[in-house]
């Protein structure tokens, strides 16, 4: 499977995550929302900006605890982090969080 953007082919896996999370950008990530149905807002971006962020300063994936610290924390949701980021994703972290952000799939996490 590929996604077309730009007049550039980009590859996924069979289960629609990026081969190369290199070749991210915020189009391919619009493309990926639309193919889990979801509309990204600001809330949406700050997660896969965050995630961004952490790929490209550790090299892996966040767990999903670092995304709802940052929501507690940093964006200010407080109690309310965790709920938010599976109201967020209702698929799940892994399935349509990481999917969006451009991650490769983690082979260790179950959610």
Not at 4 to 19: A, N
Not at 46 to 57: G, K, N, T, W
């Amino acid at each position: 499977m590929a996604i077309q953007i730009e007049d550039r082919t980009i590859d996924t896996d069979d289960e629609g995550y990026l081969v190369d999370p290199g070749d991210w950008s915020e189009p391919v990530a619009e493309e990926l929302a639309r193919r889990e149905n979801l509309q990204l807002d600001r809330l949406h971006w700050q997660v896969i900006e965050f995630m961004r962020r952490y790929l490209e300063q550790r090299q892996i994936a966040p767990d999903a605890r670092y995304v709802i610290r940052h929501l507690a924390d940093e964006v200010g949701l407080g109690e309310e982090a965790r709920t938010k980021l599976f109201e967020l994703f209702p698929y799940g972290y892994v399935r349509q969080a990481c999917k969006i952000a451009g991650m490769r799939r983690p082979r260790a996490w179950s959610t």
